[in-house]
């Protein structure tokens, strides 16, 4: 079965510090994965995607990494700010068609 | 380029009564998206509509839930009757061409309580 799991389910760091999110799946065959924001009351929004030849992206202090070999994918915050608390869902998109998977979602709440 | 419209953002209902929710999505997105999102878990597909057919409405509860794409542009999701279980944001997403390379745009969701 298609599944993505995320941890931790909900985190809380104070302004300024780095945090990891991450992200399993067991979507095969896999074509791609893309990290979504989802500030409160508003729909998600893309922050980066992956396709299974990429190890590493950056979107200025996002950073995604990949192994497709093991089918895991983190999500790095540098410097985080107040605006960074959301949710941050994974989607994992099968080969066929649109096959979007999408993860629970971890709680990111950052403190001044 | 304007985002996709959901109206209303907030409705509240009591247990068997109706109600509606309306998405406008992207211009020129032929694909459109109803999810389900209960509050701490991510988003769950109720149907996909291409240009003004169903693609995937496997998950959709027909007893209750139905949903329209007429002309291929805006869509309305209809709940009769609704039960406490169909608390939750009821999210519109579209995407350009339905690809799996094409990402899916959001709307701000109409958030549903029932009573």
């Known amino acids: 079965k298609n599944q993505v799991e995320q941890s931790p389910q909900s985190l809380i760091i104070l302004e300024g510090k780095n945090c990891t999110l991450q992200c399993n799946y067991t979507v095969s065959p896999f074509s791609n994965l893309r990290w979504y924001k989802q500030d409160t009351g508003r729909g998600p929004v893309s922050l980066t995607i992956?396709?299974?030849?990429?190890n590493t992206k950056s979107n200025g202090r996002y950073t995604a990494t990949l192994d497709a070999d093991t089918k895991q994918s983190s999500l790095h915050i540098t410097a985080s700010q107040l605006s960074d608390s959301a949710s941050y869902i994974c989607?994992?998109?099968?080969?066929?068609?649109?096959?979007?998977?999408f993860g629970p979602g971890t709680r990111l709440s950052v403190l001044p | 380029e304007a985002g996709v419209a959901q109206s209303p953002r907030y409705k509240i209902i009591e247990k068997r009564q109706s109600v509606a929710f309306w998405c406008n999505p992207i211009?020129?997105?032929?694909?459109l998206y109803w999810y389900q999102q209960i509050l701490g878990q991510g988003p769950k597909l109720l149907i996909q509509?291409?240009?003004?057919?169903?693609?995937?409405d496997s998950q959709l509860p027909k007893d209750r839930f139905s949903a329209e794409r007429l002309k291929g542009v805006d869509s309305t999701l209809k709940i009769q009757p609704a039960k406490l279980e169909d608390s939750a944001v009821y999210l519109c997403?579209?995407?350009?061409?339905?690809?799996?390379?094409?990402?899916?745009?959001f709307g701000n969701g109409t958030r549903l309580t029932v009573t």
């Open positions: 992956m396709t299974f030849s990429e």
């Open positions: 997403a579209s995407s350009l061409t339905g690809g799996f390379d094409s990402p899916l745009h």
């Open positions: 509509f291409q240009n003004n057919g169903v693609v995937d």
């Open positions: 989607v994992v998109t099968g080969n066929y068609g649109q096959n979007f998977v």
């Open positions: 211009s020129g997105h032929a694909t």
